[in-house]
């Protein structure tokens, strides 16, 4: 685990890949004894930020879902009960992940969130957007003006080099996910922390979505019909995980 403090109170917890060759990330939002986490990732890693901020004082109090998939939400069962924010549209892919109906119901948000809602957290401004893209139940957090969160909209390896999106639902997801690139074209202006993968600077924000786009819009011009090669012939760089191109052609 790498931690970093991005800036007063918004702490960057980085974890190494385990089965998948990208890491997780976790953000803690801490005012003075009490912290909002941002995703969770798996048990493992939600239980050393839980034992990391234990030791310091701090409690757990809120926790925020940026979308409902295993490697942002199990870590859930690490935890502390306590307050779950999520997007409103969560059953649609728990049900998309063939979660059972006791899972669904444990991961069943306190409070589902429709449309941009503030959460003031002493100090902190967090706020929660909507944006379905690489899941229908996606939300951008932004924190305090400055930060965004942008949860798998941008995938990343620990090292900072860009991978392929992750279609959920293969090639019938590509308008969404473009759809949703050209949405966060408009927060250059805000430090960007992926799901996975290191935080940087937004003028690096074109750069990254353009070579998604080109990749997206190579695959559906050739209805799905396509290789990699291909489809990334005209990218800026090369995006791993070549292994999840196949999927993204469904």
Not at 51 to 61: E, P, R, V
Not at 109 to 130: C, Q, S, Y
Not at 131 to 147: E, R
Not at 171 to 194: A, G, N, V
């Amino acid at each position: 685990m790498t931690k970093k403090e991005l800036a007063t109170g918004i702490i960057h917890y980085m974890f190494p890949p385990t089965t998948s060759k990208f890491g997780f990330n976790i953000v803690a939002v801490v005012d003075g004894s009490k912290a909002i986490l941002i995703d969770v990732a798996y048990e493992a890693q939600a239980q050393q930020v839980l034992d990391d901020l234990s030791a310091k004082g701090i409690t757990i109090g809120k926790i925020i879902i940026s979308h409902f998939h295993a490697d942002h939400l199990f870590g859930i069962n690490a935890l502390p009960d306590v307050p779950i924010y999520g997007g409103s549209r969560y059953e649609e892919t728990l049900v998309f992940e063939k979660s059972t109906e006791e899972e669904i119901k444990k991961y069943t948000p306190t409070v589902a969130v429709d449309k941009p809602t503030i959460l003031e957290f002493g100090r902190h401004k967090l706020e929660m957007i909507p944006l379905a893209g690489h899941s229908v139940c996606t939300m951008l957090v932004k924190i305090n003006g400055q930060f965004l969160y942008v949860a798998d909209e941008l995938v990343f390896h620990n090292d900072g080099r860009q991978t392929l999106p992750y279609l959920c639902d293969g090639k019938r997801d590509i308008k969404r996910q473009l759809e949703s690139l050209h949405r966060l074209k408009e927060y250059t202006d805000l430090t960007i922390i992926p799901g996975h993968g290191p935080a940087f600077d937004g003028s690096l924000l074109r750069k990254y979505i353009r070579n998604l786009e080109i990749y997206l819009n190579a695959v559906l011009e050739a209805d799905g019909k396509i290789t990699y090669e291909d489809a990334v012939r005209n990218c800026d760089y090369p995006l791993l995980q070549s292994n999840w191109h196949e999927m993204n052609c469904k």
